[in-house]
């Protein structure tokens, strides 16, 4: 019995210098390593905002695209009318000086010359009326055509004032998300300098308890007779499979998880070049046979409203209203999407979108 008392008195005052010699090196190196952290988490929130921004802007810009090119179809549309009016108003004048000149050829007709060729006043009021009728259709058609002229080139004067405008709106939303990735640029090499040294303080951190650890494991067994051992792991990596049934279009979760590892890339539609949000939901789609907008607040207004609670795979989900960012949802409390500038398509909680359509 006193042999057994000793042994446990030996191995409480193993484990206590164990602890001892654990808790006292991290607790001198806790100081740095959280103040390191603690500035990596205010960076990252800081690089949270400005990713926010950037998105926002990007889809400003794709959205001024967008317009600009609505605009230049409908100059195209209505330049093309401009020619066909300004034809038709040549025409016009042709015949016209046709009709002059057959005039001066011919006897001139007057009133008096179809009253006494007329044989009854029926005959009479007839043929009266057919000259009101010519005349009338004559200078119709010069009004005509020269209103619509007219109609057509205000309207040709309008479109070139909004196409200015579009071409400086995509000046100004270009300048600002140029502003936004050099800011952005600048945080992130920030970040990555933080979260570097945090690696090797964390290296060397882990390298001494291993020491630490693998001594007092030494030391245990010696005092024990015995060994042990710890059991290995593996990081839990869920796999998503989305659920084939319900409405909306879930055949395209697996179409969009063609494109993980794809980079982010402002105003991109093409796995070749890289994808911004909605270029991304665009061009899965598309293979699908639906056509959608190159921007996220257009998509937001297709389809039928869901509620975040009723979401199925396929679901557009978005973040703010008019949206700055859209993904797809692809069950399992997932959505996969191209998130920002230095990232690439991949998948991320739904927790933080805030609304969703069903196309």
């Not at 009318?81 to 001139?108: G, I, M, Q, S, T």
């Not at 990735?181 to 060397?204: D, F, H, K, N």
């Amino acid at each position: 019995m006193t042999c057994r008392r000793i042994s446990r008195s030996h191995l409480s005052t193993i484990v206590l210098v164990v602890l001892f010699v654990l808790l006292v090196p991290a607790t001198a190196l806790a100081t740095p390593i959280s103040d390191k952290k603690e500035r990596a988490r205010e960076i990252r929130a800081q690089l949270a905002e400005l990713d926010a921004k950037l998105g926002a802007t990007v889809e400003q810009y794709n959205y001024a695209r967008e317009k600009l090119a609505a605009v230049q179809g409908q100059i195209k549309r209505n330049t093309k009318a401009l020619k066909v009016a300004r034809y038709n108003l040549a025409v016009a004048h042709r015949n016209l000086n046709d009709r002059v000149v057959a005039l001066y050829k011919e006897r001139p007709v007057d009133v008096l010359d179809v009253m006494f060729s007329a044989g009854s006043f029926e005959e009479l009021a007839s043929q009266i009326d057919l000259l009101q009728r010519l005349g009338d259709h004559d200078t119709d058609i010069i009004e005509s055509v020269e209103g619509y002229k007219r109609e057509v080139q205000d309207k040709r004067v309008g479109l070139l004032k909004d196409r200015k405008a579009a071409n400086k709106l995509v000046g100004e939303v270009a300048a600002k998300k140029s502003e936004i990735e050099g800011r952005l640029s600048e945080r992130q090499g920030m970040l990555a300098g933080v979260e570097a040294e945090i690696r090797r303080m964390e290296a060397a951190e882990a390298r001494a308890a291993a020491a630490r650890v693998a001594a007092a494991e030494a030391a245990a067994a010696a005092a024990t007779g015995g060994g042990g051992g710890t059991a290995a792991t593996t990081p839990n990596q869920r796999p998503i499979i989305p659920d084939q049934g319900g409405p909306g279009h879930p055949e395209v979760c697996a179409i969009a998880a063609r494109y993980l590892g794809i980079p982010y890339k402002y105003a991109g539609a093409s796995p070749s070049t890289g994808f911004d949000c909605s270029g991304f939901v665009m061009y899965v789609y598309a293979q699908i046979g639906m056509s959608l907008p190159h921007y996220s607040g257009s998509q937001q207004q297709m389809g039928t409203p869901v509620s975040m609670g009723s979401l199925q795979p396929g679901d557009l989900v978005f973040r703010g209203n008019p949206a700055y960012h859209v993904g797809i949802y692809v069950g399992g409390g997932s959505v996969i999407h191209s998130p920002h500038t230095g990232a690439v398509v991949s998948y991320q909680s739904v927790s933080g979108w805030t609304s969703a359509v069903r196309l």
